[in-house]
């Protein structure tokens, strides 16, 4: 009886708090930072002797939001290890509001979020990787000028592996 | 000794690996610009098949990898029906096909695709690629993924392959349309200038 009361209790708070998060997501939204291809350019050039981990990603993508918190998970394994995460959404700009925002929000995503709208596609994908067609999701791996590139999904175990190239 | 070939076993293995690794990975393999394409027989949503054989008529084919379920690919479906009303009559007909694994993304079924067809008001067929054979023979790697061929005495040559055009977004702004261009270089006998483009897309599913 008791542990029923409590279950029920604490989907009450569960539903308080989000119903909470839904009303005062004006103010909880986050100042999300949009770059075209010029601006995106430093995040890819780092030589700040850290690892950097990048992935390309949408909310639309069915494979990248599967693999998201495998970037979660490493980024709480190995964040304090001079690896850093960023996490470049593809999403339509008319959805950052309606849904990468709120998704943001929702995952409680602790990588750094930012936003990738430069329609010209043709020109700076293959900037980011010559062999890179342009499928989701993609990840970079680098750390100065050592660098390498995944057009596909990852598992976990996958993930840490490639990072761990890096970290040796 | 022993310990040596170990170790040169471990080693091959490995480089079988990430050999297989690469093979797989969705840039390599496929058509290149000048291969020629085989033809395939693949099932329309009207369960008819559908081969380029079949078009004794056409100069060339535009096929078009694409789904239901690609938000890209959507942005896209109307250009991709203007295309077929614009060159299908001169020879250039829009060959859509639709390349997901309809288990993993059930709005990608044939049911689906009959229905998204309808309401779209596609002039030209939307074929399944049921056993996920003729995607890969292609290259294509994500939706939607154009390529361009031009029927010549040796095959259908793949002469294009890539975007439509240069703006996903909005119609309205494209500057440069890379599928017509194409399509306009080779029905005027000239060589396509721009033959590779890249956009984002959303991956194939398997």
């Known amino acids: ?168 | 000794m022993k310990k040596t070939i170990k170790i040169v076993s471990v080693i091959l293995v490995v480089l079988c690996a990430s050999a297989f690794t690469l093979k797989t990975s969705s840039s390599a393999g496929g058509y290149g610009i000048g291969d020629i394409a085989e033809d395939f027989s693949l099932k329309n949503i009207d369960g008819e098949m559908v081969s380029l054989s079949d078009y004794k008529n056409a100069k060339g084919f535009i096929v078009t990898f694409t789904c239901n379920t690609c938000p890209y690919a959507v942005m896209y479906e109307d250009r991709i029906v203007e295309l077929d009303k614009k060159y299908a009559k001169l020879g250039y007909p829009v060959i859509a096909v639709m390349p997901n694994n309809a288990d993993v993304m059930p709005g990608d079924s044939l049911e689906a695709m009959k229905k998204r067809a309808e309401e779209k008001g596609f002039t030209f067929p939307y074929l399944i690629d049921e056993k996920q054979e003729i995607y890969p023979k292609f290259g294509a790697t994500k939706t939607p993924h154009v390529f361009v061929l031009q029927k010549t005495n040796q095959g259908n040559e793949v002469k294009y392959i890539g975007a439509i055009d240069d703006n996903y977004k909005d119609a309205n702004a494209v500057t440069t349309k890379y599928v017509e261009n194409a399509v306009d270089a080779l029905l005027n006998g000239k060589d396509v200038k721009e033959t590779e483009t890249r956009a984002i897309g959303c991956g194939i599913k398997v």
């Open chain 1, 1 to 168: 009886m008791g542990c029923g009361n409590n279950n029920k209790k604490n989907n009450d708070s569960i539903q308080d708090m989000e119903v909470t998060e839904i009303q005062s997501s004006p103010e909880s939204d986050f100042n999300l930072e949009v770059y075209d291809f010029e601006g995106l350019k430093p995040f890819l050039n780092k030589e700040d002797g850290k690892i950097h981990v990048i992935n390309f990603w949408a909310t639309w993508c069915a494979p990248c939001v599967k693999e998201l918190p495998y970037f979660e998970k490493l980024k709480s394994e190995y964040g304090n290890k001079n690896v850093d995460f960023t996490l470049v959404s593809l999403d339509f700009p008319h959805m950052y509001d309606s849904k990468l925002k709120p998704f943001v929000l929702k995952q409680q995503l602790k990588s750094k979020v930012i936003a990738l709208d430069d329609v010209d596609s043709n020109s700076w994908i293959p900037q980011i990787d010559e062999s890179w067609s342009g499928s989701l999701p993609a990840t970079i791996i680098y750390k100065n000028g050592e660098r390498k590139f995944f057009e596909k999904s990852f598992t976990y175990e996958e993930l840490e592996h490639e990072l761990k190239q890096f970290l040796n």
